[in-house]
């Protein structure tokens, strides 16, 4: 079982910065992608930043230029920087992972989602 947990998350100022962390515990081989996604109040989840295999990193255009995701493989964290912060950047964060799991589980390619942290942008 592979569960992860985000953290980071909280009220900030317009122009603030934060630092999102979402660290993955249980049987772990190796992270194959990572996801960052959010979700405001009354919209749909959208994807905000991807790092893929080979170290291809995607980010919507709307947090370009502001945002870094980056991930710390030894330890199985995934950091989302967040500059600049604006009142529509305020949601609800989540973290995905493509987990190949480790030997005692198989190495299977699995898909695991945080429960999410919360961003609030306001002054």
């Known amino acids: 079982q592979v569960q992860l947990m985000e953290s980071g998350g909280g009220l900030v100022p317009p122009g603030g910065s934060l630092r999102l962390s979402c660290t993955a515990s249980?049987?772990?081989?190796?992270?194959?992608?990572v996801y960052w996604y959010r979700q405001a109040p009354g919209k749909q989840r959208e994807l905000v930043a991807d790092d893929t295999a080979g170290g291809s990193t995607n980010y919507a255009d709307s947090v370009k230029g502001r945002f870094t995701i980056s991930v710390d493989d030894p330890k199985h964290t995934v950091y989302l920087q967040m500059n600049s912060l604006k009142p529509e950047d305020t949601a609800v964060y989540y973290c995905?992972?493509?987990?190949?799991?480790?030997?005692?589980?198989?190495?299977?390619?699995?898909?695991?989602w945080g429960r999410g942290t919360l961003v609030t942008v306001s002054s």
């Open positions: 995905k992972v493509d987990v190949t799991t480790g030997p005692g589980d198989g190495y299977r390619e699995i898909e695991v």
């Open positions: 249980g049987s772990i081989f190796s992270f194959s992608a």
